[in-house]
């Protein structure tokens, strides 16, 4: 059965890859499907099937006028070329994984590599590089998209086959919801995040470093030259990662070379759902709230985005855009002292991680 479900994802993706016109003809002519929510405010996000991601999400400012705040491309094709990981779920494991090695009940498992020496964003062929099949639901308070997709045993070299299911939900609260769940037939690990990259002025309008931002954090988990946790865990106090006071983000990210960290998110117990970091931008009144009721959180500033053709003609430079990747934290199959990732038969995998919006 596993086979089949292969042979006609590939088929599908085969199609995908051959579609290079816009989202509305692509629809007709592949399998990549595209999905519009709409709630009672005039808020608008659209996904489409190919990585469950989100292509635009469209905000009012003060004065009630909507832009796009998520980078994105006009077609799938160009989703599919994308190597930065524009609006999409990311697994089997979101972040890196030391040397693309662990080892799980002594056995050990070496995946594919894709980052340096390492195992980033669920590896070659990761969550964004397939399609998932999408179903809408509806209900009185809000409307939303169901994407599932069944990872075979063995996809990047992880053990069990993974059946996920995540769940965008568009409240009339202006909240995007994303509900992440997961079972597994063997012993496995997990984690699954989103990779949007917002620009709470619009997309494409420049950069984000006037953005103010907060998080929620006293504790950060350092990382070595290849991105990857050293193990400890340190304060944020006294350094330029300190956010637990609104600061603009462009503040003090010369110093550290653009942000690419992981936050241990404050919390008074595991799975609490917390607020982990609200961002204004000053110009437009747009604020976020992400709420989370994963361990730690991802700010990566788009600090690898170089000239990129994104949607409606716009170029994405270095810092056009943030992500606030909720997340477990990297390398954890490795350093057995952080948050478990491991996932068991009969266990389901749960996470919730809301987008909140509103005006200042
Ligand atoms: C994450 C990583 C970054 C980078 C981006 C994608 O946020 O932490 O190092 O790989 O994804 O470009």
Request: glycine residues 10%; contains cysteine.
């Amino acid at each position: 059965m596993w086979e089949k479900i292969r042979i006609r994802y590939c088929f599908i993706l085969l199609l995908a890859l051959a579609s290079a016109g816009a989202f509305a003809k692509a629809d007709k002519k592949s399998s990549v499907e595209s999905f519009t929510l709409k709630n009672k405010n005039g808020m608008e996000a659209k996904f489409i099937s190919l990585g469950a991601t989100l292509v635009s999400l469209k905000v009012p400012d003060k004065n009630g006028k909507f832009a796009d705040v998520v980078l994105g491309f006009d077609s799938p094709a160009e989703y599919m070329k994308d190597t930065n990981y524009f609006g999409c779920v990311v697994g089997r494991y979101a972040n890196r994984i030391a040397n693309g090695k662990f080892k799980l009940y002594n056995k050990e498992y070496t995946l594919a590599v894709n980052n340096g020496p390492n195992h980033l964003h669920g590896g070659i062929k990761g969550f964004n590089r397939v399609i998932w099949n999408g179903k809408k639901i509806k209900t009185d308070k809000y409307s939303g998209v169901v994407f599932k997709y069944l990872s075979p045993a063995g996809d990047q070299n992880y053990p069990g086959n993974l059946d996920v299911t995540v769940t965008y939900t568009l409240t009339n609260n202006n909240e995007l919801r994303i509900s992440y769940k997961a079972t597994t037939d063997k012993k496995t690990v997990i984690n699954l995040t989103n990779h949007s990259y917002f620009n709470l002025a619009g997309q494409g309008t420049g950069d984000i470093l006037a953005h103010e931002l907060m998080i929620n954090a006293d504790f950060y988990t350092p990382a070595d030259g290849n991105c990857t946790p050293t193990g400890e865990i340190r304060k944020v106090e006294g350094t330029d990662l300190d956010f637990r006071h609104p600061m603009a983000i462009g503040s003090r990210i010369e110093k550290v070379g653009g942000y690419d960290n992981n936050y241990v998110l404050n919390r008074d117990s595991a799975g609490q759902f917390v607020l982990a970091a609200r961002v204004t931008e000053p110009a437009s009144g747009r604020v976020m709230e992400v709420f989370t009721s994963q361990p730690a959180m991802q700010l990566y500033t788009g600090n690898f985005l170089n000239g990129i053709k994104g949607e409606n003609g716009s170029v994405y430079n270095k810092y056009y855009g943030f992500c606030l990747e909720t997340q477990h934290f990297p390398d954890s199959p490795n350093r057995l002292y952080f948050p478990s990732v491991l996932l068991r038969p009969g266990e389901t995998f749960s996470q919730l991680t809301a987008y909140k919006f509103s005006v200042q």
